[in-house]
């Protein structure tokens, strides 16, 4: 059989299943609605405890909402950057399918911008949708019903010298000068009293250059992640006060551990410096890759790797260290804030037993694995993610779902899969888009695993499909194919570059993704393969 003859019969399946997914057979069910209370996490790759990305971090919040959960254990982002992974998951359109490979708001995205999101689907079916903290990127909020606490993305406190933002002094240079926002980390107390005057020197809120009062740690404002979790908690009581029961969307969103990677001096002190433990590494590794020469200007991974270690005297172990416990702390902050929570959700049974609820992220995150320290890259340790989804544990789910709480889903899916699984058990009607101009809805509904982990029947593809933006393509529908694809079955990971480089990782053997195979005669085959997988996910050939 001819390649192009093997991705012409796969796109028509495809197609096929497509059609099933997405059209108005996608809800099968009649039962009475259901509430949802969707968690967002930004730059939070696979350390929880549940899925063993790190040995040391503490989760237990997560820990325990994963105990009533299903656990995608193979779960990717679709875009491992804020914008446009978020345009995708609320829309349910892949990123290929827009041209939205960069940082263009959803409501300016040729595209995606005739599509509806997926609160104004909620909307449309009497739901009363509510939100706070960073979902969309940028937090344009008419989609909304009711918002919570406006901070512009919520990356605050930075510090303010009294002329710019900049790093705490505790971060030595050049990695300081990388800015106020991937340029720095520490404790809160390592920025000094702030005594919240608007125009002085210290904290201040983002980028909008707000106050944020510091005294010390018992006497200072709130993070916005804290006013995030305080407002959901208190709305959950209103909404369980209502006399008139109207189902809810409730999106929550958590900025930690994006940077910069403050938190409370407490949570630092859980990782003892000397204590901790780093991500496995290969000297090495970088070589067989070919991520370099696609990004010519070497991404800011490698960029900011090299600087890290730079400002340690190349002492690589110490860097790392310092620049882990940040984040491991800033883990552990935003767990407590989930803690919170789904704690007042459980206080309200009226409210708990019909509401399901979504835990995910944006993107993963690279910690000095193949000398790389950020986002953007088309590796594990930036496209995998975590997603737990605990169904509603009250009459609307049937007493098949009692059985297989705290189980886990091994099958590769993605963040695309997320709108039409809520359309599903939401039991939403309406077209996803606002005109025949906005993109065909990408994914398929999560339910068949939701109620059977080890189900064979699922529609959706082989493997979960991950895009690393080419700029230079953005917004071009005729180069797609010229994107850098990165694509993850159960036993491995494919990528192949907009240059036509290819790198392969079979996971059985290689968790790490350390040894490149994929220019091996006897992988010929499964390159070929997954290749055409891809090609049948994105309607071209590469």
Same mark, same amino acid.
């Given at each position: =059989?001819?390649?192009?003859?093997?991705?012409?019969?796969?796109?028509?399946?495809?197609?096929?299943?497509?059609?099933?997914?997405?059209?108005?057979?996608?809800?099968?069910?009649?039962? %009475?609605?259901?509430?949802?209370?969707?968690?967002?996490?930004?730059?939070?790759?696979?350390?929880?405890?549940?899925?063993?990305?790190?040995?040391?971090?503490?989760?237990?919040?997560?820990?325990?909402?994963?105990?009533?959960?299903?656990?995608?254990?193979?779960?990717?982002?679709?875009?491992?950057?804020?914008?446009?992974?978020?345009?995708?998951?609320?829309?349910?359109?892949?990123? !290929?399918?827009?041209?939205?490979?960069?940082?263009?708001?959803?409501?300016?995205?040729?595209?995606?911008? !005739?599509?509806?999101?997926?609160? $104004?689907?909620?909307?449309?079916?009497?739901?009363?949708?509510?939100?706070?903290?960073?979902?969309?990127?940028?937090?344009?909020?008419?989609?909304?019903?009711?918002?919570?606490?406006?901070?512009?993305?919520?990356?605050?406190?930075?510090?303010?010298?009294?002329?710019?933002?900049?790093?705490? %002094?505790?971060?030595?240079?050049?990695?300081?000068?990388?800015?106020?926002?991937?340029?720095?980390?520490?404790?809160?107390?390592?920025?000094?009293?702030?005594?919240?005057?608007?125009?002085?020197?210290?904290?201040?809120?983002?980028?909008?250059?707000?106050?944020?009062?510091?005294?010390?740690?018992?006497?200072?404002?709130?993070?916005?992640?804290?006013? /995030?979790?305080?407002?959901?908690?208190?709305?959950?009581?209103?909404?369980?006060?209502?006399?008139?029961?109207?189902?809810?969307?409730?999106?929550?969103?958590?900025?930690?551990?994006?940077?910069?990677?403050?938190?409370?001096?407490?949570?630092?002190?859980?990782?003892?410096?000397?204590?901790?433990?780093?991500?496995?590494?290969? *000297?090495?590794?970088?070589?067989?890759? !070919?991520?370099?020469?696609?990004?010519?200007?070497?991404?800011?991974?490698?960029?900011?790797?090299?600087?890290?270690?730079?400002?340690?005297?190349?002492?690589?172990?110490?860097? =790392?260290?310092?620049?882990?416990?940040?984040?491991?702390?800033?883990?552990?902050?935003?767990? $407590?804030?989930?803690?919170?929570?789904?704690?007042?959700?459980?206080? /309200?049974?009226?409210?708990?037993?019909?509401?399901?609820?979504?835990?995910?992220?944006?993107?993963?995150?690279? =910690?000095?694995?193949?000398?790389?320290?950020?986002?953007?890259?088309?590796?594990?340790?930036?496209?995998?993610?975590?997603?737990?989804?605990?169904?509603?544990?009250?009459?609307?789910?049937?007493?098949?779902?009692?059985?297989?709480?705290?189980?886990?889903?091994?099958?590769?899916?993605?963040?695309?899969?997320?709108?039409?699984?809520?359309?599903?058990?939401?039991?939403?009607?309406?077209?996803?888009? %606002?005109?025949? %101009?906005?993109?065909?809805?990408?994914?398929?509904?999560?339910?068949?695993?939701?109620?059977?982990?080890?189900?064979?029947? &699922?529609?959706?593809?082989?493997?979960?499909?991950?895009?690393?933006?080419?700029?230079?393509?953005?917004?071009?529908?005729?180069?797609?194919?010229?994107?850098?694809?990165?694509?993850?079955?159960?036993?491995?990971?494919?990528?192949?570059?907009?240059?036509?480089?290819?790198?392969?990782?079979?996971?059985?053997?290689?968790?790490? $993704? &350390?040894?490149?195979?994929?220019? /091996? *005669?006897?992988?010929?085959?499964?390159?070929?393969?997954?290749?055409?997988?891809?090609?049948?996910?994105?309607?071209?050939?590469?």
């Amino acid at each position: =059989m001819s390649k192009k003859l093997l991705v012409s019969l796969s796109l028509i399946m495809l197609a096929s299943l497509q059609a099933t997914a997405n059209d108005s057979d996608l809800v099968k069910h009649s039962e %009475k609605p259901q509430n949802v209370l969707l968690i967002m996490v930004d730059d939070l790759n696979d350390y929880q405890g549940v899925f063993g990305g790190h040995p040391q971090v503490k989760t237990p919040n997560i820990d325990k909402l994963a105990s009533q959960s299903i656990r995608f254990t193979n779960m990717q982002t679709n875009t491992p950057v804020c914008q446009p992974s978020r345009n995708s998951l609320f829309t349910g359109v892949y990123p !290929h399918d827009s041209a939205d490979f960069g940082w263009t708001a959803k409501y300016k995205q040729p595209v995606l911008k !005739h599509n509806k999101t997926i609160m $104004e689907l909620f909307n449309e079916n009497g739901y009363f949708t509510l939100g706070t903290g960073k979902l969309m990127h940028g937090n344009k909020t008419p989609e909304w019903q009711e918002w919570g606490n406006e901070v512009r993305h919520n990356y605050g406190p930075t510090l303010f010298d009294g002329k710019k933002l900049t790093a705490t %002094k505790n971060v030595p240079a050049p990695f300081r000068d990388i800015g106020a926002i991937d340029g720095s980390f520490g404790r809160l107390s390592e920025g000094g009293v702030s005594v919240g005057k608007k125009g002085e020197a210290g904290w201040v809120m983002g980028w909008t250059k707000a106050p944020f009062r510091y005294l010390n740690e018992n006497d200072r404002d709130l993070l916005p992640d804290e006013a /995030h979790a305080k407002w959901a908690s208190e709305k959950f009581a209103e909404l369980a006060n209502k006399k008139a029961k109207q189902p809810f969307f409730m999106g929550v969103g958590f900025v930690r551990p994006h940077t910069p990677l403050y938190a409370p001096d407490r949570f630092f002190d859980m990782y003892p410096l000397e204590s901790i433990t780093l991500a496995p590494w290969m *000297k090495n590794d970088v070589d067989d890759t !070919h991520f370099n020469e696609n990004f010519p200007e070497n991404g800011k991974g490698l960029k900011y790797y090299r600087t890290l270690v730079a400002s340690y005297d190349g002492d690589r172990e110490k860097a =790392m260290k310092v620049f882990l416990q940040a984040y491991l702390a800033c883990i552990t902050f935003m767990d $407590e804030q989930v803690g919170k929570v789904i704690d007042a959700l459980a206080s /309200h049974p009226s409210l708990n037993n019909n509401t399901m609820i979504v835990f995910t992220s944006d993107h993963g995150w690279q =910690m000095g694995e193949k000398n790389y320290l950020f986002k953007n890259s088309p590796w594990e340790e930036s496209a995998r993610i975590p997603l737990l989804i605990r169904p509603a544990i009250g009459p609307v789910i049937s007493s098949a779902n009692d059985k297989v709480t705290n189980t886990t889903v091994e099958h590769p899916v993605s963040l695309i899969d997320i709108f039409p699984t809520l359309v599903d058990y939401a039991n939403l009607k309406g077209d996803h888009r %606002k005109n025949k %101009k906005g993109g065909k809805l990408g994914g398929f509904s999560l339910r068949p695993f939701i109620e059977d982990p080890t189900t064979q029947n &699922w529609p959706g593809p082989n493997g979960a499909l991950t895009v690393v933006g080419n700029y230079a393509n953005s917004g071009k529908e005729k180069h797609v194919a010229k994107q850098n694809y990165s694509y993850r079955t159960k036993q491995w990971r494919y990528i192949h570059y907009s240059n036509g480089a290819q790198e392969l990782y079979n996971h059985d053997d290689d968790p790490h $993704e &350390w040894n490149n195979i994929a220019a /091996h *005669k006897q992988n010929q085959l499964i390159v070929k393969q997954l290749k055409n997988e891809i090609s049948a996910i994105i309607g071209q050939d590469l």
